[in-house]
């Protein structure tokens, strides 16, 4: 437990208890608990004091949530909370739940990256009260996972300025991992390995949190990148002795010390995200809304009286400038009375022609056959007549029409081929004897069946 005022930290206890079975009996371990965080709020005589709670505990969801960097602040938090219920699977409406922004990408394709963390309400419920019975008050929890979280992306971004980074931030009870280059955040990764698992050097889970590290660079980097990454590692286990060069010396990478990591207490203060039972937020709520009001009453008043000026200043202009739009609309009513006819006439303009085509049956268009027509009729063919018929839901175009020409014989068998090889016939023959007349010219008349009827402009582009 640490005590802190404005210049800093003034006191710290510590006292280790060992409970191995806190995972399986989380939260109800909290009231064995309670007697020794009475005993230390006793001995640091903090009785009253302002209390932010750091906890490691298997029911919290800790994670880094991105968006594209040009989206703004409504859209970068509303896609977090999405992703923070989608990833916990717990609704946010019923669980207590924090945001904090986390980095910003510096390139033009960069992202947004912004920590979420979301707790059970009974577990958030069972730590307020743990802390109240010690005589504290508490404004808020924070899961220690989201602080080595933070640690991580602030030294990974700070240091990627200069060279691409591998931040390792060893914690008690978890580790994180934070890639950065150039500037932005390229990766964020929790271990649940804190540094009592990793000592001795030769323990298995010294090779997890080693193959951790290597997969984070090849994923978070480039590959012109890697060669010159570089390793930081911070926290409470970067202070065991060898510990950070083993981790350099397995992973391939260059051993680089810390800038200026930002401790726990320093991220307390700051901005962490904290979380409290929803009973307990919206009373505290209440209480500001409540505090702003009493404060703000006799402003209030003052307020009021020119909001009194102002709304009758602008009543006065309101009138006036309702009386111009009346005069307005006195001067378009005749255009809105022509208006209206027109509607009226076009409504009936289309109900008469529905009224026609129901009557009238379906239409074909003949357009179409006419430019084949013109297409394919030479200059020794006259065409007399023409007529268009639907006969059992098909078009037929019937012709009359003279060859002329000392082979007009030739003339009507080509035209005749010529028609009939057109996609849009289907089947085209002459209807009766041809009549050969004065001058060797040819009386005939056709009948052709038509498949398709396109318009001119599909047949003659």
């Known amino acids: 437990m640490s005590a802190a005022a404005d210049c800093g930290v003034v006191d710290c206890r510590e006292r280790a208890l060992a ?6 009996q989380w939260p109800a371990i909290l009231d064995r608990l309670q007697g020794p965080l009475c005993e230390l709020a006793g001995e640091m005589d903090v009785s009253g004091a302002a209390a932010r709670v750091v906890y490691w505990a298997p029911s919290s969801v800790v994670g880094v949530l991105s968006c594209p960097a040009h989206a703004g602040d409504a859209a970068a938090r509303d896609a977090a909370c999405r992703a923070l219920a989608e990833t916990s699977g717990l609704s946010l409406a019923e669980h207590p739940w924090a945001l904090r ?5 510096t390139s033009a394709t960069g992202r947004r990256h912004t920590l979420g963390v979301i707790e059970r309400d009974s577990v958030a419920d069972a730590l307020h009260t743990w802390v109240v019975r010690a005589g504290l008050e508490p404004e808020g929890a924070v899961p220690g996972s989201a602080v080595g979280l933070i640690a991580a992306a602030d030294e990974a971004s700070a240091q990627s300025l200069a060279s691409p980074c591998v931040a390792v931030h060893i914690g008690e009870q978890d580790s994180a991992i934070a890639v950065g280059a150039g500037g932005s955040l390229r990766l964020t990764r929790r271990l649940p390995i804190g540094a009592d698992a990793l000592l001795p050097p030769a323990r298995p889970a010294l090779q997890r949190c080693v193959a951790e590290i290597r997969d984070s660079v090849l994923v978070g980097l480039d590959e012109p990148d890697r060669p010159d990454a570089a390793i930081v590692c911070i926290g409470p286990g970067a202070e065991v002795p060898g510990l950070a060069g083993v981790l350099a010396e397995q992973c391939g990478l260059t051993l ?25 937020h919206a009373a ?31 009543l006065s202009s309101l009138q006036r400038q309702i009386e111009r739009l009346r005069g307005r609309k006195s001067e378009l009513e005749p255009v809105l009375a022509t208006r209206r006819a ?18 009238l049956g379906p239409m074909a268009a003949w357009d179409g056959v006419l430019a084949l027509l ?13 007529s268009f018929s639907l006969e059992d839901g098909r078009a037929v175009c019937s012709i009359e029409g003279h ?4 082979d007009s014989d030739a003339t009507l068998a080509g035209y005749l ?8 016939v289907q089947d085209c023959r002459l209807g009766a004897t041809p009549r050969t007349e004065s001058g060797g010219s040819i009386s005939f008349n056709l009948r052709m069946t038509i498949t398709g009827l396109p318009s001119l402009a599909e047949v003659n582009p």
């Open 19 to 24: 409970e191995p079975a806190y995972r399986e």
């Open 101 to 105: 922004p986390l980095a910003t990408d």
């Open 256 to 280: 680089a010390p810390s800038g200026m990591p930002r401790d726990l207490d320093e991220i307390l203060n700051a901005d962490p995200p904290l979380i409290l039972p929803r009973a307990v």
């Open 284 to 314: 505290s709520q209440g209480r500001r809304l409540k505090r702003v009001l009493i404060a703000g009453f006799s402003a209030a008043g003052m307020l009021i009286a020119v909001d009194g000026i102002h709304a009758h200043s602008q």
């Open 342 to 359: 027109a509607l009226t006439l076009g409504q009936g303009v289309s109900a008469a022609r529905a009224q026609i085509a129901s009557r």
């Open 374 to 386: 013109a297409q394919n009729t030479p200059e020794s063919i006259r065409l007399g007549s023409l």
């Open 403 to 406: 060859a002329a020409g000392a």
């Open 417 to 424: 081929d010529s028609l009939s090889t057109s996609s849009l």
